[in-house]
């Protein structure tokens, strides 16, 4: 393996990001970081975009076994400053170890990996039940999301199954990507090429909302009040968009 | 009486069932209707008493035949009086769940007129839930105890689980504190579920509750009665409850706070005897009948069989790691498997989510020890873990172990 002192570059997606990962490691590079498009260079940085086009993504991608190209997508998603580079190291550790990478915590990068992994699975499960949507007119239903990972694939595909047979839209705050769902797939959008100004409540929504929170008031038990835990598993950063305590914060 | 006056009625008689999971089965969503479940559950919200939200729980009406001393609804308490139409719980229900606030319905009812009609109430919600709002989340419903095996039999195709609460762990404290109630007909529900439990019928299997502190029984009682229940009768989950108090009554304790301490230590040994290869007869004896309120089970008895320690990590087997104080479930497995590939360090225990702090006294690494040898008493080791688990526990539990020090 030899260093490099280059700051790699790739096009903003998983399988180009893939596809670089195994070139470097076919040239046993050893980058200085590799980074999305938006990166903007520092005045000693050296940046360099290799041309992926002629290599073969789809055999690349057919190489990796399917647990591994998984973790490496869950990776992807997080938002860990170093997450490509994370990703390049447990990617040349899968190809020694093959599926047995799982098990090596002694290696710190791979036990970091892993790490986030989890981070990025938890966050994605507690928004399967943290969001909240409301019933706009003509029944769309809209919700409003704010996370640390990049996980509103994940939550839409969750949603997709649970929710098939409604129009859905899932607004993600902080990065302005919309999930619109039209009873078949679902679209990941840029929320500035979309016009959703007028988001017009449906009639009942109020009504709907007001049962919501008697119902959630009513049923914590006041002898056991016991806020440290409530917050310990509904961390104050999602409570911006969870109806029945938004009003708390 | 309008919906939400309704909905705060309902709710709050039903808040004080402790069962809430959502987990265990797996609806497959179909091409019509709403909904589906999660293997592993999921929570919606937290309330303010940390208790997670995912059902919607309510009771059909808490209108009720019976006199249980220790429950808000019996009949000779003058409180208001409310009842849900099944139209009314669909909406609800319906509407509840398209926002994604719950991940379905929890059913319950006091008993009107007699446990058959009453138990008919829940069939007739239940089934024009399904059939024609086409809901395929998660359900919920209790059995109403004395109601004919073939209602339970409709009402078992219908939902995921199905609870009928035992309540107290002995007759003796049911016909003190319950006189209209009899076990046998629990068992007899549990038993009918037990026989004819199937991926259509009861898909999540059944659970079952019991009140804590309301009567004399011991927690060697309690955890006696659990394990009979778990293998007799392959229930999913008992759930115990601290008894809150709403009613005065000679024959009720008297006291202020719930029992929460014992509560989680009746917790903590109920998971000791589903997953940690415990008996009961390992942590409680008719000698020593109650858990110690300072230190959790598996420590306790980890104390109790000091010669049996340290184990060595390295070497040791998946039953014995499990029987380590900070060691859980995952924490085993990892071991195991990793040491297959190198050996594990104090470091490696840590990245594997090994709470340190209590297994360190337990264990060595490679035949290093991490504490000096001439400590090791359990003394010692006790103050240590009492001092770790204090750390954690919040203030009204604080409240409550203070009475004990
Ligand atoms: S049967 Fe007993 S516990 Fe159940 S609602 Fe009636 S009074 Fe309460």
Redesign the interface.
Known sequence: MKKSNYIYIYPNDFTSLITLLGELAKSKILPLNIQDKNYIPGLFDKVIELDLSPLNTPAIISHIDKNILNTLFYLYLSNHEYKELIMYYFFLYSLKFKDKVFFHRDINIVDKALKIVKYVQNENHKLKGFTRFKELKRHILYAEITCENNIIFLLSNHFKKRLKNEFWIIKDVKRNILSIYDKKDFYLVDANNCNLKEIILSEEEQEIEDLWKSFYKTIGIKERQNDRCRLNFMPKKYWKYILEVSDEI | MN??EK??IL??S???DASCSSSGSTRN?K??????T?FSG?????????????L??ILMTNCCIFDCKYCLNRRSNNIKRAIFTPEEICQ?TI??Y????I?GLFLSSGIVQNPDYTMNLLIETISLLRNKYHFNGYIHAKAIPGASLYLVKKLGYLVDRMSANIELPTDKGLKLLAPNKDSKKVTNIMHYVKENRSAKFVSSGQSTQMIIGASQESDYDIMSKSSNLYQNYKLKRVFYS?Y?PVNHDKNLPLIK??P?VRENRLYQADWLLRYYHFKVEDILSSDNPNFNLLIDPKADWALRHLDEFPKDINHCSYEELLKVPGIGLKGAK?II??R???T??FK?LQ??GIVLKRAKYFITCNGQYLMTKDLWNADFITKNLVLEEQKHT?D?KKEQLALFL
């Open positions: 919906l939400q909905l705060i709710a709050d039903a808040k004080y969503i091409s019509k209707g709403l909904g589906n999660f999921i929570c919606h919200s937290f309330a303010a008493d940390g208790r997670c939200i995912s919607l729980k609800i509407n509840f398209r926002r994604n606030y991940e601290a809150i706070t719930p929460l990892r498997s990793s297959q590939y190198f594990v360090t490696d990245k594997m919040t009204t």
